[in-house]
């Protein structure tokens, strides 16, 4: 069996097949055609890959995509429906690891539902080995406490014009706990799905120049609200500086952001928190329930 080369070209494709995977899985993700074509952004590194039937029809895709400067690769795709339980899903998973290499990718990361029980055991017979896990947490926007802002803060929309000291600030938090910075177009690609008028910023205004002193990014998916059975708004990042903790600040910023979400009609909230992080207590203080669990493996080179 030969792999194929995947292009731009191959969105269409690729974004069916990813979708007949998604729903024999029940997965409660959607991904878009738009998703795919963002994949192939050529400011990136990347490299996708296929199995095509007699008919040239596509029977698994791999694609691996550098997702930061230092070389982590996130790894996605998968097996037709219609073609389990030849092999092909090790085989792709060893391609995979091969393309992460091929990109120049130094480790290679694959977030799996902790319902997989199978695709963990795949990645960990190909040299995966779990290296994090995410609570899934949801909450309705029926209702959520109101906190007053503190004097000394003022909460604006997430802006353009914000990115950068937002990034500086994430970036700041990341070091300090031992966490990878990330690049502007990284952190922008990243985040492609941003809704900004879902999306705030908490500025500390003591002194000459206001200064980050936390944040959320809201984003928005439209295409997965059928899968779900209802609307939500997913909390990509939600960041505060060490500094600032014990003011309720990020309960600030989660009111802004569910008024926001409430007030279009979406439903819910998400958010997908580290195991142990020391925001994980605030959302459950805050009416958040836990889902699930979402597994990071990661292969190092």
């Not at 030849?86 to 393309?99: R, W």
């Not at 008028?197 to 002193?213: K, Q």
């Not at 060490?242 to 003011?247: A, F, P, T, Y």
């Amino acid at each position: 069996m030969g792999w194929v080369e995947l292009g731009p070209a191959d969105a269409g494709e690729i974004y069916a097949v990813v979708g007949a995977i998604e729903a024999a899985d029940d997965s409660p993700l959607r991904t878009s055609l738009e998703e795919i074509e963002r994949f192939f952004d050529p400011a990136l590194a990347w490299r996708a890959i296929g199995v095509r039937a007699s008919d040239s029809s596509l029977l698994a895709v791999g694609m691996a995509r550098i997702v930061r400067s230092g070389g982590e690769v996130r790894l996605f795709g998968g097996v037709h429906p219609d073609a389990r339980g030849e092999g092909i899903g090790k085989l792709l998973a060893a391609e995979q690891v091969k393309s992460a290499r091929a990109i120049g990718g130094s480790s290679a990361i694959v977030h799996v539902d902790g319902a997989n029980a199978g695709l963990a055991e795949l990645l960990a017979r190909e040299g995966f080995e779990l290296s994090h896990e995410y609570v899934q947490l949801r909450k309705s926007v029926a209702s959520f406490p109101r906190f007053d802002v503190p004097p000394h803060m003022k909460i604006v929309p997430l802006t353009e014009d914000l990115d950068e000291d937002v990034l500086r600030f994430y970036n700041a938090v990341q070091t300090k706990s031992g966490g990878e910075p990330s690049a502007r177009g990284d952190w922008q690609a990243e985040h492609a799905a941003i809704d900004r008028t879902w999306s705030f910023v908490a500025l500390d205004v003591r002194g000459d120049r206001p200064r980050v002193a936390a944040y959320v990014v809201c984003e928005r998916y439209d295409e997965e609200w059928e899968a779900l059975g209802w609307s939500e708004g997913y909390l990509a990042e939600v960041v505060l500086g060490e500094e600032h903790r014990g003011i309720n600040l990020v309960s600030v910023l989660l009111r802004q952001t569910i008024d926001a979400v409430k007030e279009v009609g979406v439903s819910y909230v998400g958010v997908d928190v580290p195991e142990g992080d020391y925001l994980l207590s605030t959302f459950l203080d805050r009416g958040f329930e836990r889902m699930g669990v979402t597994r990071v493996y990661v292969n190092r080179f």
